[in-house]
């Protein structure tokens, strides 16, 4: 390995060479994610604290002209869940139902990373939302919200209507 390589690398500490350092940490990480799972913690949550239960994973972007919140909700429908905003907070609820099937009595499991249960993320956001302009629309277990900018300040409370595919 050239010098070049070898700094390009994390496995030196003060310019030494530490393959069993590297390795070592390497394994760390595993076992933490492997913790993470079996808390029921989405991988690469990086709070601290562990989310029991299924707790959607969401993304927020934001334009000139609105921010989209979108949350993957895999196994649940739109009547399971609700959107509300209220001054300036918008806040995701509903409940992902554990499936359940025949012969499930006398299954044994090897694996199980599936999570269930009722759920709550709420999400403040900065600005002007015009809320009597936000949306919500569900397809293939992916919510998308559409919270439109406003030039004005408006704080009221309202449920958002979520649409579901034709």
């Known amino acids: ?9 994390n496995d ?4 030494f ?3 069993f350092t590297s390795m070592l940490i390497r394994e760390m990480e595993d076992v ?16 601290g604290a ?4 299924f707790t959607p994973t969401v993304e927020i972007a934001e334009s000139p002209e609105e921010f989209t919140l979108t949350a993957e909700l895999p196994g649940t429908s739109p009547d399971d869940i609700t959107v509300e905003f209220d001054g300036g907070v ?20 090897h694996l199980y990373e599936r999570t269930f249960g009722a759920f709550e993320r709420s ?18 277990g992916v ?7 406003t030039a004005g300040k408006t704080v009221r409370g309202r449920r958002i209507q979520i649409t579901k595919p034709q």
């Open 143 to 149: 919510l998308t919200v559409h919270l439109p900018k």
């Open 90 to 109: 918008l806040t995701l609820r509903g409940k992902k139902e554990e499936e359940r099937r025949d012969g499930d009595e006398t299954r044994s499991y």
């Open 50 to 53: 562990p989310m029991i239960g």
């Open 123 to 140: 999400f403040t956001f900065p600005g002007s939302i015009d809320e009597q302009k936000i949306t919500a629309d569900f397809k293939d």
């Open 32 to 47: 933490q994610e492997r913790f993470r799972r079996m808390l029921g913690e989405p991988s690469g949550n990086g709070h």
């Open 12 to 15: 030196r500490w003060d310019g």
């Open 1 to 9: 390995m050239s010098r070049a390589q070898l700094h390009a690398t």
């Open 17 to 19: 060479y530490l393959p």
